[in-house]
């Protein structure tokens, strides 16, 4: 059985949790648009602060990939992400996980973070290069790539540490032939036929062996770029 194009969130989850086990003990941390804090479990051993803009209900509009039953009610701080109301040099680490796309002003998150961060603290980053719409309305940008990173980052006073970007090509049109079945369900009303689904599989194996022996058409397209810098 193939696995290409499954692996996007557990390479992202084993890459946070290797840096976080970095962080010293007690380092206080905010996790900006935490959401329901699902990373707060790689973060037992720092001080954690959960923020988020807590206006997300899961009922939307119904389109968009809603998320049902989205639980916000234990967050420590409710605020627009740009906007924080802590005081300068708050924090050794900001951890901001999938979270720049779904933010009006990103570059203007990006400086809050540096308002907020201590000397030589930690800014610890993920976001989408290519995603569906998700969380909608709340969904405003696609295309963060190491580019976007490499110029913005240091332009507001980071130095990136490590900067990998996460799948290639032959991944990520593995996961949307994955997505098919659903996507057909949901907007065309009707499932693959038996064909249909053996020549999926047929593409999932040329992808699969392609990937394998890939040679950096990540440069091109991949899932998203982990990025941990620190404050100049």
Same mark, same amino acid.
């Given at each position: 059985?193939?696995?290409? +194009? ?6 992202? $989850? ?9 962080? &010293? ?21 720092? %001080?954690?602060?959960?923020? #988020? ?8 509009? #119904?389109?968009?990939?809603?998320? @049902? ?15 924080? &109301? ?11 996980? $999938?979270?720049?796309?779904?933010? &009006? ?14 000397? @030589? ?11 569906? =719409? ?7 940008? =696609? ?23 996460? +799948? ?23 499932? &693959?036929?038996?064909?249909?689904? !053996?020549?999926?599989? !047929? ?10 022996? %890939?040679?950096?058409?990540? @440069? ?13």
């Amino acid at each position: 059985m193939t696995t290409v +194009g499954t692996n996007n969130q557990s390479t992202r $989850e084993k890459w946070l949790e290797k840096i976080l086990k970095q962080i &010293p003990a007690g380092s206080r941390i905010l996790d900006a648009g935490a959401g329901e804090k699902q990373y707060q479990r790689f973060c037992s051993h720092l %001080d954690y602060v959960a923020q #988020d803009f807590a206006q997300y209900d899961g009922k939307g509009n #119904d389109t968009g990939l809603q998320m @049902e039953n989205w639980d916000q009610s234990d967050l420590d701080i409710i605020s627009d992400i740009t906007n924080i &109301p802590e005081p300068e040099a708050s924090f050794d680490v900001i951890l901001c996980v $999938e979270v720049l796309e779904h933010v &009006p002003e990103p570059i203007k998150a990006i400086q809050e973070f540096a308002r907020l961060l201590k000397p @030589e603290g930690h800014l610890i980053l993920t976001a989408p290069f290519c995603s569906l =719409t998700h969380f909608a309305p709340y969904h405003y940008y =696609t295309g963060y790539n190491r580019y976007f990173y490499e110029f913005h980052l240091p332009a507001n006073g980071f130095k990136i540490l490590d900067l990998q970007e996460n +799948g290639n090509y032959f991944e990520y049109l593995a996961q949307e032939i994955r997505r098919i079945p659903r996507m057909a369900e949901c907007y065309a009303q009707r499932k &693959p036929g038996v064909t249909e689904y !053996l020549n999926m599989h !047929l593409c999932l194996s040329m992808l699969e062996r392609l990937s394998k022996n %890939d040679l950096g058409s990540s @440069e091109v397209l991949h899932f998203g770029c982990h990025v941990h810098a620190i404050k100049r």
